[in-house]
Structure formats: C-alpha cells, structure tokens
C-alpha cells in the first residue's frame, strides 16, 4: 500500500500543471500522479502538428463551448494567457506569436513544451506511468486508488484523465466511470468536437481530394437562422471534409443536428461574397462566362468538378453562355452552388481523429474557484474531461493550464 497527500489521476497537460502548483503551493506534501500510459504526454507530443500550440495571444470565453460561457471565464480568468506565458518562459520555454495570434514554443518542437513540464513536475511529485486506475474508493477521510498496481491511499484526488479522444494515447473515458462512482454526473452527451466530417461515399466532394482553400461555413437553423459561422482554410480529403474551417465547426454540426435533422451546413467558395453580393456581381460582370468567372475565383480542379455537377447533364455548354444569357434557374443555381453549397454530412471521422471531446462533467458540480467537487469533499478535478471544448489555436491547452492551476493551488 502506497500512501500520498495527494493523487492526481492523468499526467497530460492539465494533470502536469495541477502536480506543479499543488508542489509549488506546499513542497512538504506528498504527491504523486499515475498515468495509465507508458509513454507520458503523447498528447502534448502530437499536439499543433508537433509544435504545441500552447494558448493563443487573445483567450476568452466565447472560444468555448459545453458549460456556460459565464463559468468557463470564472476559470479562465483566475489563470489568463499573461500568466501562462510567464509560467512557461520561467520553466524555460519561450513562446512566440504567430500571425494567427496562436503561441508557439520558439523552438517549434512540442518536447520542448513536454520535457519542462515534466522536469518542473518532477520536483515535487512522483510520476508514475504505467499506472492505470480502474477504481477510486471514497472511504471518508480518504481515497483508495486500484489499479494495475500497489493500492494507493491518498487524503485527496484530482481526476485529469482526459476525454476521450485518440484513446490510443491513453484518453479513452475511463475517468468519466471515475468520477460517476463517485457521485457524480456526465452531460448527456459525450461527442467528438474538432473533428473531420465526412460525406457519402460517392459524391464528387470526395474527388477534390488534396485542394486546400478559404472557405465560410456556415450552420443554418431549420428556419433559415444563421447559428454558427467560421471562415477559414478546408481541405478536402478522401473521406469529406477536414481543415480548420471544418474542425472548429464539427461540434456546432454535430450537436445541432442530433437536436434537429433539419438543419444545414453549407460552403460558401468564395468566402468574402455572400450570395446577394455574388448575384449583384454577376450583373456588373454579365459578358463573362459562367466558366471564366469561376476560374478568376477558384482552382481550376474545383471548377470542373463544380460546373460538372451544376449543371443538366446534357447541357455543360451552359457553362460557356456569357453569365447574362444563363437561364434565370441556372444563374441562381451557381450563385447557390458558390456560396451556399449544402454539404450532405455522413457523419465524423469519431474519437480517433478528433483533437477533442465535447461534453464531459458539468461545472455546476464544481466549485469553480477551486475546481473542488461539490459532491466529493477532497476530490477536484481539471482539464478535458470537463464539459468544455475549445476551438482551434490554443485554447484547449489554455483550459488545461487555468483549471490544472487552479486544482493544484487549491488542493
Ligand atoms: C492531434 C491533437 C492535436 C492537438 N493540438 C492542440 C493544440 O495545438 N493546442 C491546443 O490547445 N490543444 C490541442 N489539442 C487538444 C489538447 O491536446 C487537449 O485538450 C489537452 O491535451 C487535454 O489535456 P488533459 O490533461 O485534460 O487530458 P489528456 O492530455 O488527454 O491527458 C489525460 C491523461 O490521463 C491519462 N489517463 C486517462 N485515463 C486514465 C486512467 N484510468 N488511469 C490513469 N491514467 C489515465 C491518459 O493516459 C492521459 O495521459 C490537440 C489534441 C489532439 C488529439
């Protein structure tokens, strides 16, 4: 039987940054952090193409999604990007912005992130990998930890393990079953968020395969409301759709449509241009083909496969009229086609590939200047596996760094 002060259950991001604070607070405790893992922080390894994109220059709460927009900036506000960025350059890693207003480590190598946090870790705590926990036991005036390993008794834990997204680095729920054993509960939905989509696997999206460009998307209400909107590069792939446009919207998509089946994702091409805009433009641009105006526009692999499912089968000379002699039909279906192209979604590419997890604890069962349980007295909890998901640039690593701060100060 192994005794601690205290246990943290998951050594990712937020787990590391509880361990530092809770050492940093009171160094005589003792501490130890298990990680089910045998290789510690493959996420933080993998994360921002293998430069880890720590935080970004402006965090605020309408980044973010799950809990209340109000709660998470409770969090985020007690531990803000100034003081991240201070933390990082103490423990020896300097960031640096980029144009995207994402904060990049200057070194462009994620170990650099990843072997500071551990090595500032690793002077207060014991860091175990390979520790997997299947059960914590509330025994009153402490916890009994299981797991493939020595029994752990601690007079206080903070569960960090995560979502569930890439369970092959070690995040694959089990924390949920944790914290559920221990009184507490999950939001009713637990789904993949920054995620790729996909479409049917036949429909000619999938033959632009390799082009990468600008695009809106745009989420639209059954009553034609405009819900969410986000411009930035897609990439289309071999599956569907992918790129940061496409990941940042995945969570909008995927949790509106299990509430209404009748709302639609479109894809405005030409993103600066609404579609009013385009047919004005089209009247100011008349004598040009349908086919030239495009190629002004757009990559010449699109526009093909554009014009090729635009237009009747047997009349693609429609694509060569000046756009004043098109058929009123058919210049509005272009005006459509380039800016509110509906995407028939099939679905996500799941947990594999998502960078994130949607839904998780709710913050109402915490305590959220202390990230304590209002259930569990002595139990906190940080990180992931909250119902917060952020968008791309940074900001999931800044709720990691604020709630794995608070948790470690508070404990
Ligand atoms: C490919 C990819 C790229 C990303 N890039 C970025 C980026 O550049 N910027 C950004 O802000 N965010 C990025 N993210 C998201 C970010 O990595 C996560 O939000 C963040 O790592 C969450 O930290 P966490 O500590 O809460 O959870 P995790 O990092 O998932 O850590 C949880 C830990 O708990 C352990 N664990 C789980 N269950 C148990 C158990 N039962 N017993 C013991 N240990 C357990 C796991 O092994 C794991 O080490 C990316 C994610 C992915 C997948």
């Known amino acids: 039987m192994t005794k601690a002060d205290i246990a943290i259950i998951g050594a990712g991001a937020a787990g590391l940054m509880a361990a530092i604070w809770a050492g940093r607070t009171n160094s005589k405790r003792k501490i130890i952090l298990l990680d089910g893992a045998e290789t510690i922080g493959r996420k933080i390894l993998i994360a921002g193409g293998g430069r880890c994109n720590v935080t970004h220059y402006q965090v605020d709460e309408r980044a973010y999604a799950g809990a209340s927009r109000n709660a998470i900036k409770k969090v985020l506000r007690q531990y803000d990007v100034a003081q991240t960025t201070s933390f990082f350059k103490e423990i020896g890693v300097q960031l640096k912005r980029e144009e995207t207003g994402k904060l990049f480590p200057t070194t462009d190598q ?234 028939p979604v099939a679905g996500d590419r799941g947990f594999d590939f998502a960078e994130v997890t949607a839904g998780g604890i709710p913050l109402k069962e915490l305590r959220l200047s202390t990230m304590s349980s209002r259930i569990c007295p002595n139990l906190h909890f940080c990180g992931e596996i909250l119902n917060v998901d952020g968008r791309i640039g940074g900001f999931n690593f800044q709720w990691a760094w604020s709630s794995g701060y608070l948790a470690g100060i508070s404990v």
């Open 110 to 343: 994620a170990k650099t992130v990843l072997n500071a946090l551990l090595k500032e870790a690793d002077k207060f705590s014991s860091i175990l990998s390979g520790h997997r926990v299947s059960d914590v036991i509330n025994k009153g005036h402490l916890f009994e930890i299981h797991g493939n390993f020595d029994t752990v008794q601690a007079t206080k834990v903070i569960l960090a393990t995560g979502g569930k997204s890439i369970p092959k680095t070690g995040s694959d729920g089990m924390g949920y079953e944790i914290a559920q054993s221990l009184g507490h509960s999950l939001t009713p939905r637990i789904f993949p968020a920054l995620v790729p989509l996909t479409v049917p696997r036949n429909h000619w999206l999938r033959d632009l395969k390799g082009i990468t460009l600008p695009v809106k998307l745009e989420l639209w209400g059954p009553t034609g409301k405009l819900l969410e909107s986000f411009e930035n590069s897609m990439l289309c792939t071999h599956f569907g759709l992918s790129g940061p446009a496409v990941l940042d919207m995945s969570r909008y998509y995927l949790d509106a449509i299990r509430h209404d089946p009748a709302v639609r994702l479109t894809i405005n091409w030409i993103p600066q241009t609404d579609f009013d805009q385009l047919v004005g433009q089209f009247k100011s641009e008349k004598n040009k083909s349908a086919l030239q105006w495009m190629r002004d526009h757009l990559p010449e692999r699109l526009v093909k496969t554009l014009l090729a499912n635009l237009f009747e089968a047997d009349d693609d000379s429609a694509a060569t009229l000046s756009i004043n002699q098109l058929k009123k039909a058919d210049r509005q279906a272009l005006a459509k086609m380039l800016t509110r192209f509906e995407v």
